[in-house]
């Protein structure tokens, strides 16, 4: 283990960090497994049940639909990873209710609820035969004006955050490195096109770059993620371009010359191995970035569309109630990117502390 990591696992904040980042990348891969609400997108909607304070519970009575034989013949593991993944497709009618009775002819006489008092909502019957059951489900932290639980938002929301910066960077890392090493290694005329390139790029404010290249592109998904990664790459080219003209000099690159090694081999092989630690601290850091403008584009709406849900959807659907009693279905989002984003950058500044040769 390198001298750099043993001091970054000492670093208490470092350690904090890491487990905060593994904790949501845990909630993002497990996703409609652990949400509380596994439909798709979490999506369940209950008007009735709209804007209820945490911890409320109600009565669900669940009618059962009838299930198609080939969902039934599917392979189990290969369905609890597409659930997994996509969420379980509602197969039940579910309505909340206030109470229920078995009469004497084994029907089921139940009352909807209207979100008022009990008593005051309507008695229906269902007929003996029905396939059905009730249970209590509670929304740990309430609904939002459409009924939907904000908890399985809020963890289905994890997966767009680190999704998009996990791609921006891929991105990013792809388009800086290639650009970077191509300038510093050969110089001259293409070190001069690449660097007007990257100080006509630099020159534009970030924001407005990725609102322009989101409007040419669509709004959308993975429109998000390609509009972030494309003005993520210039910090790292010019970070990359600086260390392969340090390093091209040295007398390993000069040895590779002389025994005949191909520019590629030396630049791929030999050069850019040595600047993946500087390239690790831009990373955690353009993460942050990333998570960053995604809410902000899906605050403008011009990000993820609904139904998707979105940390920064969540907060433009609801920051309106923050004037009234239910300021935590907008605040709540909003710790979330601060919690996340924060980690990204303190474990930046803790990696560039443990890799500062000068400690």
């Given at each position: 283990m390198s ?5 970054l696992?000492?670093?208490p904040l ?5 487990v905060v980042?593994?904790f949501?990348?845990l ?13 798709p997108?979490a ?7 709209a804007?209820?304070k945490?911890?409320f519970k109600?009565k ?19 369905r609890?990873?597409?659930n997994m993944?996509?969420?379980?497709p509602?197969?039940?009618?579910n ?9 004497e002819?084994?029907n089921?006489?139940y009352e909807?609820?209207?979100g ?8 229906k ?6 396939k059905?059951e009730?249970?209590?489900?509670k929304y740990y932290?309430?609904t939002?004006r459409?009924?939907?639980?904000l908890?399985s938002?809020?963890?289905?929301g ?6 998009v ?5 891929v991105?990013?890392?792809a388009i800086?490195i290639t650009?970077g090493?191509l300038?510093?290694y050969?110089?001259g005329?293409l070190?001069?096109?690449i660097?007007?390139?990257i100080n ?6 970030t924001?407005?770059l990725?609102i ?6 669509g709004?959308?998904f993975?429109?998000v993620f ?6 993520m790459?210039v910090?790292?080219?010019r ?6 003209m340090?390093?091209?000099?040295k007398e390993?690159?000069l040895a ?6 191909s520019d590629?081999r030396?630049i ?10 500087a390239?690790?601290v831009i990373?955690?850091?353009n993460?942050?970035t990333?998570?960053?403008?995604e ?8 990000g993820v569309?609904?139904p998707?849900?979105?940390?920064g959807?969540m907060i ?13 279905m ?9 919690i ?11 990696i560039?502390q443990?890799?500062d040769?000068?400690?």
């Open positions: 001298q750099g990591m043993k001091k696992l000492k670093n470092a350690i904090a960090c890491i980042i593994v949501f990348t909630i993002a891969i497990l996703g409609y497994a652990i949400t509380p609400d596994s439909s997108y999506n369940e909607q209950h008007l009735e049940l804007i209820k945490p911890g109600i669900m009575l669940k009618i059962h639909d009838k299930y198609s034989g080939k969902e039934q013949k599917t392979c189990a593991i290969k609890f990873f597409s993944l996509f969420g379980t509602i197969t039940t009618t309505i909340p209710i206030y109470n229920y009775r078995i009469d002819n084994q089921l006489i909807t609820f209207t008022d008092t009990p008593n005051e909502g309507e008695i019957t269902l007929k003996k035969g029905t059905y009730i249970v209590e489900k932290l309430g939002d459409y009924g939907r639980d908890l938002q809020l963890m289905i994890t997966r767009v955050s680190l999704s910066g996990f791609i921006a960077i991105i990013a890392l800086g650009l090493a300038a510093g050969y110089g005329v070190d001069n096109i660097m007007w390139l006509v790029i630099w020159s534009m404010p924001i407005l990725v322009a290249i989101t409007f040419a592109l709004k959308g993975w429109q390609v509009a972030v990664g494309l003005t790459w910090d790292i080219a970070m990359v371009r600086g260390q392969v340090g390093l091209k000099e390993f690159v590779g010359k002389a025994l005949g090694f590629a030396l791929v092989k030999h050069i850019l191995p040595n600047v993946v630690s390239v690790t990373i955690a850091s993460f942050a990333a998570i960053l403008q809410a902000g584009l899906s605050f403008l709406g011009i569309q609904p998707m849900p979105s940390w959807t433009k659907e609801n920051y309106g109630y923050i004037i009234l009693d239910a300021a935590y907008a605040i709540i989002p909003g710790l979330a990117i601060m996340l984003v924060l980690a990204f950058f303190l474990l930046g500044s803790a560039r443990a890799m040769v000068k400690n």
